[in-house]
């Protein structure tokens, strides 16, 4: 199955994507990279990409006239690659109808927070500022809304009375790479099917 992962920061999830196809290979893990965009320049994420050989494309919204020409032309920049399946790694912006008519039911994405709480931008915070006692992260299927899609899977972490929202989002990203890797793994090998808000993986 063929990949493209979208990144926004450092890329620490792509990397453990790249590092597990790297180890398994791409037959015995079922996928393949093939292109990594991003919404903005100069992060590492693309710097990994291109360590690894791999096309990249970025999509800036300021770069278009209006949000929706800009959906228009991540999903074009995207469809270039002929993706099976589209990885949000990461990746901090909401992507439109058009991305959606062409790759929701096929796009996941992972949220360092366990949905369906804490959605958005600042999950870890959030989690943390409300007193949570455990936090995690979620792996799941982008649709519509904001971190609202179909869950596949989820990771538990504890939060420590020391915690800062660094050392949490650290802690919470090492299940999360892991749990991302495992998930993208099955549904690249086995298939899967969506039935309401059920994820059928057989
Ligand atoms: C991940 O925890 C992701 O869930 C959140 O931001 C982090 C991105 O990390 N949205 P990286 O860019 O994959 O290192």
């Known amino acids: 199955k063929r990949l493209v992962v979208l990144v926004s920061g450092s890329g620490t999830n792509l990397q453990a994507l790249l590092d ?11 996928a393949e990279i093939v292109a990594v965009g991003a919404d903005r320049t ?19 919204v300021k770069d278009y006239a209006s949000r929706d020409e800009w959906d228009r032309a991540l999903a ?3 469809a270039a690659h002929a993706p099976d399946l589209v990885v949000s790694a990461g990746f901090m ?25 804490f959605p958005g931008a600042h999950g870890v915070r ?9 936090t995690g992260c ?14 596949i899977a989820q990771g538990v972490v504890d939060v420590r009375d020391e915690d800062d929202e660094s050392a ?19 549904l690249a090998r086995d298939g899967f099917s969506i039935e309401g808000r059920k994820v059928v993986i057989p």
Do not use: M, Q
Request: proline content about 4%; aromatic content about 6%.
């Open 20 to 30: 597990a196809i790297a180890e398994h290979g791409a037959d015995a893990y079922g």
């Open 42 to 60: 100069g992060i590492a994420g693309l710097e990994r990409a291109e360590r690894a050989g791999l096309p990249t494309f970025v999509c800036r």
């Open 76 to 78: 074009e920049a995207t």
């Open 93 to 117: 912006k909401i992507v439109g109808k058009e991305f959606l008519a062409r790759f929701g039911g096929r796009t996941v994405n992972t949220h360092p927070a366990l949905l369906p709480s």
């Open 126 to 134: 959030d989690a943390l500022a409300y007193g949570a006692k455990v």
């Open 138 to 151: 979620t792996v799941h299927f982008v649709d519509d809304g904001v971190d609202s899609g179909p869950i």
């Open 168 to 186: 949490l989002h650290e802690r919470i990203k090492e299940v999360e790479r892991r749990l991302l890797v495992e998930v993208v793994g099955r």
